[in-house]
Each structure stands twice: as C-alpha cells, then as structure tokens.
C-alpha cells in the first residue's frame, strides 16, 4: 500500500528534518519526502508546460496601435525565464508548492484590450505598474487582511469551484469537450468531441490517460499522475509515429528535430512604465490597471487559498502559512512578467497536479523551476508532451479537491448559496474572478436582508463594491465616454 499522503492529512508531530535542507523546506514536519516533491515538481510543470506554446500565440498574434507584432521565439524565452525565475523564488521565499508563469486570461487581456491603444511598450509597462501597485497593497496588509477576511466556507467554496474549474479546462484542453462552431443555431454552448462524438486517435489518449490515472489514484500508487502523464506521452508518441495524425493541437508528441537551442532575450526589459499615459486618456489608463489588478488579486487569492487547502497545509482559522510573502512574490511576478514582456506572471492552479502527486512544501518548486529554465535550452524537448497527455492529470485534481464540499454547511443558506455560486460561476464562466466576485456579493446581499449585516467584514463591504464595478465596468466605460 502507498505512503502517499490524503490532501487533508497532516502529521501529528513535527518529525526533525534529516538535513538542513529538510528543516529549511520543512518537508517532513509536512508529512512529506524528497521522492514526493521531486514528483510533484515534474508533475506540475508538465501540466503546465503548455503555456511555453500558448502564451506566445496568443500574445504574438496580436499588433499593437502602430501595428507591430512581437517575436514568437522571443516570447518563448521571455516566457520560460519569468516562469522559472518566479517559481523558484516562490519556494525558497514561500515555501508552498505553487508554480507561476504567464497568467491566461490576463495576456488575452493585454493581447487584445490593451495593446491595440497603444505600442507593446507601453501595454507591458501597464502589467509593470499593476504588479507594482499589488505590491504596495500587500506591503499595507490590505491583501492579506481580505483573505483572512473571507468566511471560512466561502473559501471552501473556492476550492471546491476551483476543482470544477480544472477539471473543465482538463476536458477543453484535451478536446473531450469543444464549443459548438455555430452555437448562435442552439442553446446548447458546448459538446462531446469536436462533432458531438469522441472522435480521433488523440481523444483516445486522454480518455485512456483518464482511465489509467483514476485507476492508479484508487490503487494508492506513489507517482500516479506523473506516470499517466509520461506512460501516455509515450503512447501518444507511438500513435503519432504510426499514423501521422495533425490534430493533437498546440503540442505535437514526435522527437524534434534538435534538441538544444538557443534563448534569444531580446525583449527582456522592453517595456515603456508611463508611456500608456501619452498614448490614450487617463481614465482609460486607471480602468485597465484596475482590471488588471482586480483580475490577478482575486484569481491569485483562489488560487493560493485552493492550493494550500488541498495540501491540507492551512490551519485551524483557514489561514495560509506565510501568506505576507506569498502574495508580494506574486505580485513582484506580475511585475516581473511585464518587464519581460511575456504579460502579467501569476500563481497557477496546475500547482494542484504537483499537491496530488504529494508535493507538499517549496522545494517541488525548485524542480518545476528547474525544469522551465532547462526550457530556456531544450525547449524543443521537453514540450513534446501533447495537452492530450496531461489533461488527465486535470480531471484527477479536480476530483481530489472536490472532496472539500463536505465541509460546507448546505442546510445554511446564507452560507450555501454564496457557495453554490462560488462553485458554479467559476466553470460556467471559465474564471476564478467571476466565481469569488459572484459569491461575495451573494454573501454580502443575503447577510443584509437577513438583518446580520454588522457580520459582514468591513473589507468584504469593499471588496463586492469592487465587483460591483468589476461586473458593471461596460456600462461604467460607456457613461465615462471612455467606450
């Protein structure tokens, strides 16, 4: 039977580390080992090496105001350092297993929102400016102060919705589910397959990765996500030797031409922190970096709080250990990302791919950050790894961090559906933003009309306010004659 730890469980004692590097990361007063980290270090990276490709399609695919497009291999680059710069200082500083890269959702954002008002320069001196003023919010304690703020079944919630989220990406990713090309001719968005059936050697590789990796979980075998996402890039490999096949998508699993290649660095530090406020109007100006930073806040916060939950590594009020340094390195990564020009860098939720492989403490972070900066050289290598493969990895997780909805209250409804919410918004809107926002201002409506409103904190008051605009920021745009 496998000594692989349960998400919640959490050792008794606190056992002496074997080694300064033991004691450092506190790997086994967190119930864990060297073998756990190291394969959660692989596991998350491979989950989420995707965004090696991803990223600079879509960033590269766009032109700003003067028409300029930015170099697909030097967003590669830019992408793989940020990423692996971030991730390690993520562990060494806070010691939690969480990865960061390049933000999707956010580079969409600067991508198709904000560069076309304005040169590459300056759009990435706005993701410069929004990590900066993160930065100052947390140094206040007013980011910080909001997370120890929220209830703790609303956090549950996230978690939960977080789980469903992942999930969901993990069934679009692999093409298991695909939005329906003409979905304006039925009301239904979205379908099995690409035609309304699994079609396609490269659905059969997840489904059978799904297969395998459930069946592994249930067994308690050590490694389980890491050896379905390996075992079937192999097989991938195999059928796409055979067959030739094109439609695996972003990543093709066939041996590369070369193997090693050269990092090309040139827009590092290209960036322009002011010159959005010569390009456009100010007002303008404020209501992007206020979307930038209410999107990163809150995905960030859902993102940390789920993590730490699933690695059963918060404690009794639900707080989240180190939390001061987790949320300024985050916001130094945003920071970091602009100034790379590879967009806003953030906490990722993959992480959890590496938490259910029993990584439990920063050091996995130094394998995951290892691993991107081996990208840096052997890029070609180690992004052979089809999103077909590592899918599965997706739906496990989400399964795993599901199992938190027992800890909610459904009988309680000004608990519960602020939850549900929470839950339902995130996957049916593909973001962590909208889910936390929904629940909140649920939580906030619910407890006034019930007369409890002197239970709500202050800064929960605060925050659904900020939702409130966030939600409402077009017809806002329209009367401020921005739009």
């Not at 002011?274 to 007002?283: D, H, S, V």
Request: a negative charge.
């Amino acid at each position: 039977m496998s000594d692989s730890p349960k998400a919640t469980d959490r050792p008794s004692a606190a056992p002496p580390g074997v080694n300064s590097v033991d004691r450092f990361f506190k790997i086994s007063a967190r119930g864990s080992t060297f073998g756990r980290e190291i394969r959660g270090g692989f596991a998350t990276f491979f989950t989420m090496a995707y965004i090696l490709v991803l990223n600079p399609i879509i960033l590269g695919s766009a032109k700003d105001k003067f028409g300029h497009q930015l170099d697909a291999v030097q967003l590669t680059t830019a992408t793989a350092l940020v990423a692996a710069v971030m991730t390690i200082i993520m562990g060494v500083g806070g010691n939690l297993p969480l990865a960061l890269a390049a933000g999707l959702g956010l580079n969409a954002v600067v991508a198709f929102q904000i560069a076309p008002l304005m040169s590459w320069d300056d759009a990435m001196g706005l993701v410069v400016l929004e990590g900066l003023l993160i930065c100052v919010l947390v140094a206040t304690g007013l980011r910080e102060a909001v997370m120890h703020a929220i209830p703790q079944p609303l956090k549950q919630a996230i978690s939960v919705g977080i789980g469903l989220f992942i999930a969901f990406i993990g069934f679009v990713d692999a093409g298991f589910v695909t939005r329906i090309p003409d979905a304006a001719n039925t009301t239904v968005p979205v379908q099995l397959g690409g035609t309304g059936a699994l079609t396609g050697w490269p659905i059969l590789v997840f489904c059978l990765g799904v297969l395998l990796t459930i069946a592994l979980l249930a067994r308690k075998v050590k490694g389980a996500i890491l050896i379905s996402i390996v075992t079937m890039t192999v097989v991938a490999m195999i059928i796409n030797s055979v067959a030739d096949i094109k439609a695996w998508g972003l990543t093709t699993p066939a041996w590369p031409d070369k193997v090693v290649d050269t990092p090309d660095f040139g827009l590092v530090g290209d960036f322009s922190l002011f010159g959005a406020f010569g390009e456009t109007t100010a007002i303008t100006v404020v209501l992007l970096v206020f979307t930038l930073v209410l999107s990163d806040f809150f995905d960030t916060m859902g993102t940390v709080v789920g993590i730490s939950a699933e690695a059963g590594l918060l404690d009794e009020q639900g707080k989240v250990p180190g939390l001061g340094r987790v949320l300024l390195i985050d916001g130094a990564a945003a920071a970091a990302g602009g100034a790379a020009s590879a967009s806003s860098a953030t906490s990722y939720i993959e992480s959890a791919a590496g938490v259910g492989e029993g990584a439990r403490t920063g050091f996995s972070n130094l394998v995951t950050g290892g691993l991107f900066a081996l990208a840096l050289f052997l890029a070609p290598l180690l992004t052979i790894v089809p999103l077909q493969a590592a899918a599965p990895a997706l739906v496990a997780v989400g399964f795993l961090m599901m199992t938190q909805v027992k800890h909610i209250d459904w009988d309680k409804y000004e608990i519960a559906i602020p939850a549900f919410l929470t839950i339902a918004v995130m996957p049916f809107t593909y973001s962590i933003t909208n889910g936390i926002g929904a629940g909140f201002l649920a939580y906030v409506v619910i407890k006034t009309v019930l007369g409890k409103a002197k239970e709500i904190h202050w800064l929960l008051w605060g925050t659904s306010a900020l939702f409130l605009v966030y939600f409402a920021i077009d017809p806002i745009e329209q009367v401020l004659g921005v739009k």
